[in-house]
Every structure is written in structure tokens, then in C-alpha cells.
């Protein structure tokens, strides 16, 4: 067992709670002086060391507040909890952002919070709302930060704390960064990371706090119905496959083609619908075929006989529905695959997977007396499957995601909390769980972690793995069944594993110079552990036994613990002065991110944009929010995208958008026409695409000219035309300029409205009620008649009301029962 240690002694920190370990003290000592990627093996404390930068910095500056960010949900709920019990901050100023908060809460408790815990989603959508300011954050931590490639929110809060803050601070947190070192930089430069901090369990420091994992691949024989089912299943993707080949879209023919092979066979058959090419169409219909019997030669290969079994009954309820595809409709009538349903209905024995599993939790927890045991497993129909099973002979919960999927029901929030407490408090001995566990949640260490099938990315890996050997010895069980994908996998999943673990290695021997690269600073961080001579202090645990470096503190005296309360005070871990330190937040542009100016929020010539919230789906409304000068704020307008002044609404149309209304889409662009006009007396409709608008559908050039004819002539719409989304941004921006600067016009979400009807009028006033938006207001006026029935009914009877739940009928009676109070 590692050998016991003092306690962390800081006026942020709850006295005897923070351990003093010497590797996290030396990774928060660095991480303080720069933004910084700290690279720690899962369940060895990568958020103490973020929790000890955030109490340095919430002591250094009291106004400031710190922000964490983490993926999910249940993350977010753990980590508020430690830092609520970790922290001298009270409790009500540590506070969750996550989508169950409704916006307008967010706001207020932003203004009173310390100390915020959000999902990356909700930061950003309150940050492109204009609904908060990072100008007061002092520490931003972003929790399993290989997310942060591509268009995730943790790339775009990145590049907006680095421009607004006024002293921004970057820790950013994961187990495996990437799979290979370009894959870690493009991580560091989103996040505008420039030192990097790697400790394997190779150092000694952490050593200390691991035992060894052993990895043992179980290879499963699979019976013959189970083979009978998947033999059957790959004849008609073979025979779908030739179809492919004739229409010239592939070559392949084996069964076992690969996901990579079926993406490029798509974007060759997406090629032939461009050229307007019915065969690619078609090919279309067969293509989705093979991936859905693709998809279930692997449930019945890897996971259970029954995982398939209830896959074919939505595949058949899919069929009978009214919105069938046709190759819904031709998979379920295949003779074939019917024959394959037959096999897997009239199957009533075990997946030889599940017999194994049973066998290796009974040596674990009956003949090894082990406590506890992880299931991973790809799909819920078999955690589902499983945790039935495994519960005849074990205590055995599941644990699966939020959303319901596939018929099953998912689980809460608050039910994932209490599972994930009851099995660290060993209410129960077996969690099955789905991937949704596998990113820094607080599972306690268990006895073993199985993989009901390999995993074939790197990240994932790592993550599951780091479940066990913690703090007692534990094994990690594969099982892979023989002949299989399984197989594939397991070749896929070694290798890359392998390409971690050496580029884990690689990145710690090269960190100098990948953070030179960054812009990022050099390694005197580390050398706060010694004094002034260079020699190394130490400092006795309360036993006396072990010694604990230390460093001169901030006036250059050597700051020893003491060795009768075992208190060891953060700031006996100084960095050096930041004005040393290449990487250090004063350096302006250093850290690898552009910097701009941080707009006053208050700044009375900034110009406003009012977004729908469907526009989050784009960049726009990201880069506008991004701009000095201009305000976004988002809301659910009734017409257009963007509401520019009390007379201009801007309606954004991609080409094929646009096309897709002229030919009988949900709504004809002139429906949307009439609505802007009576709301607006200067509607404006940007036309979005670089391409050739006429050759977007085969549609007669005439057709779509008498349209746009139409639009300008009939109803009075201004037609512009954009390249692409950031010319679109640059459209928005100058007629707001134009407006609001030039003319002097207000901004109004509801517009000037000439000549409403009655029914317009009243739609207009009950939507206007805690900007419950024109749905909720017609659904309102709808059940109860009149806006003054509306305005007087019970919070009880206003939930009768389609879509109106308990949250805004709350509201609703808020605003139109409390006494008037000017501001």
C-alpha cells in the first residue's frame, strides 16, 4: 500500500482533505505558472491538481471565479461535489450548469458563483446568448480534453476565455490526449495550451499510488446457431454487395467489408445524386441495407443472441410504420434474413460470452473474495440482457446514459448518482455499464473490469482500463469471440494502445520542445522543489517516516511541514515568477491562441444580434459572439434567424435549403415570406452557397428565377447573396452596423408588426410572457380560449396546456401574479 502522507494546508482548502502527494503538488506548481495539459493516469487525481490551481487563484484574486468543464452530466455532478467538500467556499457558491437549469437561473447564479461546474454545451450557449462574462474567470479547466478537436464547445470557450478574460488561466485534464502526437497538438493549440505535464506510472512519485494491472484476452468459441444466424445474415450482404458492384460503386464482395470501405461506397453513390444520376439512389436504399445488416451480424457475433433478436423486432415495427424506408421494408422481407429471425427467436440457450462472464465474476468475488466488478459492453440491449442475467446470481445494477434509445428506458441524473454511490459504498457487487462510464467518473477501484468485447480506440481503452489497480491489485478480462470482429479489434485495439502508450512516452521525453512549439514555456516549474542552493527540502509525514519535499516560499525561505499536524501549505510548492516563464498568462499571444481585445459588455456602441436558438447548429451566431462590437442574444424568434433592428429580420438559407422550400418542404419559402413581412417592414433573405444556385436540384433556372422575382417584386424580401457562413457572419454585422449605428433603429425581437389580425395580436402578447415563444402561446390560447383566460388560470390548470410543463407554468405565473418592481 502507498505509504501514508500529510495533508495540503491552504486557506481555500478544507483542512484533512486534499492529500499531500508529491506529484500532484508538482504538477499544480507548474500548471499555476501557464496554461498548461496535465497528462495523469485515470483515478490518480488529475482534478486535485486542477482543484489546487483553482484555490491558489480563488485566494490570489477574491473577485475572480473559476470555471470547470467536464462532458457529461454525472461528471459534472462529482466533480461539484468534491470541490464543495475540498473547498473553504460555501457550498452555495459552487454551483452546476448543466441543461436541466433553465437559462435565466444561470444567469443569476453565475453572477454569485465562485465556483462554476457546467457541461461545455450550456457555457457556450450562454456564452453566444450573451448571458455571462469570462472576463472574471481566473481558472478554466477542461476535463477529458481530447474532446476538444473539430466544432466541440470546448475548442470554441477555449478561444473566447483567452479573448475576454482579464487573467485567463487554461489547466487542461486527460488520461490519453490523443492517439499520436499530432493529435495531442492540435488538442494543446485549440485549447491554447503551452506547457504539457506527463507522469506515467513509470515515475516513482505516482508509482506509489498504483498497483499493476494484468490484461488477460479470453478468446469465446461461438456454437453453431449462433454462426447458423451470422452465415445467413452475410449471404444478402453479399448479395446486396453485387448490386453495389454493378452500379460501379465498389469491388468488394466479402461480407467483411470494412466501415471505411462502406463510407467510401456512400460518398460514390452521394456523387451520382449530385449529378442527378437515379442509381445513386438506389444505391442509396441498398447501401443503408448493408449497414443495418452489418450491424447485426456484429450484435450477434460480439454481444448476444438476444441484442440481435430485439434489433430485429425494431427492424420489423420500423417496417410496419407508416414512414417505412424501402430498405426497412425489403430487410425485414428477405428470405434470409427471416430465416435468421426464426434462428435467433427459436435460440434459447446462452452467448457463450455470458457464460464466461458468469464464470470469471464467480472466481472474482466467491473464490477470490473480491468486492467489486466493471462490465463494459458496447450496447445497451446487452447491459440490459446482462444485468438480468448476472442479477441470478449477483448483486447487479446497470448503468447506461440519459437518453431513452431503441425502446430502452435510460437513466436519470439523479439515478446515476445514487448508482454510482451505492456501489462505491458496496450496496452492490456488479455495475454493467455502457461507454457512458468511462470518462473520469468516480468509480471506486474494483477487483476487475471486464470487456464483454474489445475496444478498438485508444482513448477508450485507457479510460475503461484505468478502472482497476488503483489502490489494490486488479485484472482487466477482454473476452473476443474466435473468427470474429472481435478479432479485428483486438489486433486494432493492441496497436493502438501501443501508439499511446508510446507516444505518452515520446511526449514526456519531448515535452521542452513541444511546448516551444506551443509557445509554451520551459521546465523551471519543476524546480520549485528545491531551494535556492538547488538542494531539495523535505518534510516529515506524521509518522515521521516519509520525507515530502519542499521549496522556498514566495519570500525565499525554505518553508518546511510540519511534522506534528502533517499540514503541507500549497504555496510551499511556488513556481517560479511568471516573468521567468516563457509560457506564463502575462505574455499576451504566447499561448498559442489570438488574443483580442476584451469587449466592455456594457458598451454602448456595440451593435446587437438577436439569434434563433436553431441557429446554434451553424457557426454564425459562434463567430459573431467571437467579434469586438457586437452582442449576440439568443432566443426562439417566431420568424427569421436574426433580428437586426425593430424593422429588419434576416431569414439564412443554404442553396439546397432554399430548393428543398421551393419543392414542398415543411414549409414554402413563401409562407416564411409572409410571416417576416408582417412582422417586418425590411426583411431581408440571405441566399448561402458558393456554388451555382440553378444546378443545386433539377430545377428549370426559370423557376427558381419567377421565385426570387417573386420574393423581391410580390413581397417586398431583399434577396442577398453569400459565399459561406463567415461572409454570411460579415452580412449580419454590417446591416446591424447600418441599423442600429448609421439609422439609430432598436433592436426587437417581435418587430413592428404592421396590421396584425386578432389572433396574431393575442398570440403576440401571451408569447411575450417570459419569452415563452408563438408554439407555447398558440398551445395556450388554444386550451383556454382568451388571454385573459390565459392570464388567470392556476399554474395546475396551465400544464393541462400541450408543452406547457411545471418549470413555465411556474414562470408564467411569476410575471403575471408579482407586484411591479422598476428597476
Not at 510551499?572 to 516563457?582: I, L
Not at 438559407?653 to 410571416?675: C, N, P, V, W, Y
Request: aromatic share 4%.
Amino acid at each position: 500500500m502507498p505509504e501514508e502522507t500529510g495533508y495540503v494546508d491552504h486557506p481555500m482548502l478544507t483542512d484533512g482533505v486534499i492529500e499531500a502527494r508529491q506529484y500532484q503538488l508538482q504538477l499544480a506548481a507548474s500548471a499555476r505558472q501557464g496554461h498548461t495539459l496535465v497528462c495523469l493516469p485515470t483515478g490518480l487525481g488529475k482534478t486535485t491538481v486542477s482543484l489546487l490551481v483553482t484555490a491558489y487563484r480563488l485566494d490570489e484574486d477574491l473577485a475572480g471565479k473559476s470555471l470547470l468543464l467536464a462532458p457529461t452530466k454525472p461528471l459534472v455532478e462529482q466533480h461539484a461535489a468534491f470541490y464543495r467538500e475540498a473547498l473553504t467556499v460555501p457550498d452555495d457558491e459552487v454551483v452546476v450548469f448543466t441543461g436541466e437549469t433553465r437559462p435565466d437561473d444561470r444567469e443569476d447564479a453565475w453572477n454569485d458563483a465562485r465556483v462554476v461546474v457546467a457541461t461545455p454545451q450550456v457555457v457556450e450557449n450562454d456564452l453566444v446568448g450573451g448571458r455571462i462574462s469570462l472576463r472574471d474567470v481566473v481558472h478554466c479547466t477542461f476535463d477529458e480534453c481530447h474532446r476538444a478537436t473539430g466544432d466541440y464547445a470546448y475548442t470554441y470557450i477555449a478561444e473566447r476565455y483567452h479573448a475576454d478574460a482579464a487573467d485567463p488561466l487554461v489547466t487542461a485534464m486527460s488520461a490519453s490526449p490523443g492517439g499520436n502526437e499530432e493529435e495531442i497538438r492540435t488538442v494543446c493549440e485549440n485549447l491554447g495550451v503551452g506547457n504539457v505535464e506527463v507522469m506515467t506510472e513509470d515515475d516513482a512519485d505516482v508509482g506509489e499510488h498504483t498497483y499493476d494491472t494484468d490484461v488477460q484476452w479470453e478468446r469465446i468459441t461461438l456454437p453453431d446457431e449462433i454462426l447458423e444466424i451470422r452465415d445467413a445474415i452475410n449471404e444478402v450482404i453479399e448479395d446486396r454487395l453485387e448490386q453495389l458492384r454493378d452500379l460501379g460503386v465498389t469491388k468488394a464482395s466479402s461480407p467483411d467489408i470494412s466501415q471505411k470501405d462502406l463510407n467510401k461506397i456512400r460518398a460514390r453513390l452521394q456523387q451520382l445524386i449530385d449529378n442527378d444520376d437515379s442509381d445513386g439512389y438506389q444505391g442509396m436504399s441498398v447501401h443503408a441495407e448493408v449497414m443495418k445488416l452489418k450491424r447485426a451480424v456484429e450484435l450477434v457475433e460480439t454481444q448476444s443472441v438476444e441484442s440481435v433478436r430485439r434489433y430485429f423486432e425494431r427492424q420489423r415495427n420500423a417496417a410496419n410504420s407508416a414512414s417505412a424506408s424501402k430498405a426497412s421494408q425489403r430487410l425485414v422481407s428477405e428470405a434470409k434474413v427471416k430465416q435468421a429471425m426464426r434462428t435467433a427467436d427459436d435460440f434459447d440457450g446462452l452467448h457463450p460470452k455470458f457464460r464466461k462472464a458468469r464464470m470469471l465474476l464467480a472466481e472474482t468475488l466467491g473464490i477470490e473474495g473480491g468486492d467489486r466488478v466493471i462490465v463494459f459492453t458496447e450496447s445497451r440491449d446487452t447491459a440490459e440482457a446482462l444485468t438480468d442475467f448476472l442479477g441470478e446470481h449477483f448483486d447487479t445494477r446497470r448503468f447506461v446514459g440519459q437518453g431513452d434509445a431503441d425502446g430502452s428506458d435510460g437513466m436519470t441524473q439523479t439515478e446515476q448518482r445514487e448508482t454510482l454511490e451505492d456501489f462505491r459504498s458496496g450496496e452492490f457487487e456488479v455495475l454493467v455499464s455502457t461507454s457512458v462510464a468511462e470518462e473520469g467518473l468516480d468509480v471506486p477501484e474494483v477487483d476487475l473490469v471486464l470487456f464483454f468485447e474489445p475496444v478498438p480506440t485508444a482513448i477508450r481503452s485507457v479510460q475503461r482500463k484505468g478502472r482497476t489497480g488503483r489502490q489494490t491489485e486488479g485484472r482487466v478480462v477482454v473476452l473476443m469471440a474466435e473468427d470474429t470482429r472481435d478479432e479485428a479489434y483486438f489486433w486494432i485495439s493492441r496497436r493502438r494502445e501501443q501508439e499511446m502508450t508510446e507516444e505518452l512516452q515520446k511526449l514526456k521525453g519531448l515535452a521542452d520542445e513541444l511546448e516551444t512549439e506551443l509557445g509554451g514555456g520551459d521546465q523551471q516549474a519543476l524546480d520549485e522543489f528545491a531551494d535556492e542552493d538547488g538542494e531539495a527540502s523535505t518534510a516529515q509525514s506524521p509518522d515521521g517516516d516519509v520525507e515530502q519535499p519542499t521549496a522556498a516560499n514566495g519570500s525565499g525561505e525554505e518553508s518546511t511541514a510540519s511534522a506534528d499536524d502533517g499540514q503541507v501549505g500549497l504555496d510551499d510548492f511556488d513556481a517560479p515568477d511568471p516573468e521567468d516563464v516563457a509560457g506564463s498568462t502575462e505574455d499576451g499571444d504566447d499561448d498559442g491562441v489570438a488574443a483580442r481585445a476584451s469587449s466592455d459588455p456594457d458598451d454602448e456602441d456595440a451593435v446587437e444580434v438577436v439569434v434563433d436558438q436553431r441557429e446554434l447548429d451553424s457557426n454564425i451566431a459562434r463567430e459573431l459572439s467571437k467579434r469586438d462590437g457586437v452582442e449576440t442574444r439568443l432566443e426562439t424568434l417566431a420568424v427569421g434567424d436574426y433580428v437586426l433592428s425593430d424593422r429588419v429580420a434576416v431569414e439564412r438559407k443554404s442553396h439546397g435549403d432554399f430548393m428543398d422550400t421551393l419543392l414542398g418542404g415543411d414549409r414554402s419559402i413563401f409562407e416564411q415570406a409572409r410571416d417576416l413581412t408582417r412582422h417586418y417592414t425590411r426583411p431581408v433573405l440571405l441566399l448561402e452557397g458558393d456554388g451555382d444556385l440553378y444546378a443545386e436540384r433539377n430545377v428549370h433556372p426559370n423557376a427558381i428565377r419567377a421565385a426570387l422575382a417573386s420574393l423581391a417584386v410580390d413581397w417586398g424580401v431583399s434577396v442577398v447573396h453569400t459565399r459561406s457562413e463567415d461572409d454570411t457572419a460579415e452580412m449580419v454585422e454590417t446591416i446591424a452596423e447600418r441599423e442600429q449605428t448609421v439609422s439609430d433603429r432598436e433592436v426587437s425581437a417581435h418587430g413592428e408588426k404592421a396590421a396584425k389580425t386578432l389572433g396574431e395580436q393575442q398570440e403576440y402578447v401571451v408569447s411575450s410572457i417570459a419569452d415563452i415563444g408563438p408554439v407555447t402561446a398558440r398551445s395556450l390560447l388554444e386550451a383556454f380560449g382568451s388571454v385573459e383566460a390565459v392570464m388567470t388560470a392556476s399554474e395546475d390548470d396551465l400544464t393541462d396546456a400541450d408543452g406547457v410543463g411545471g418549470v413555465t407554468a411556474e414562470r408564467i405565473r411569476e410575471v403575471v401574479g408579482t407586484a411591479y418592481q422598476p428597476d
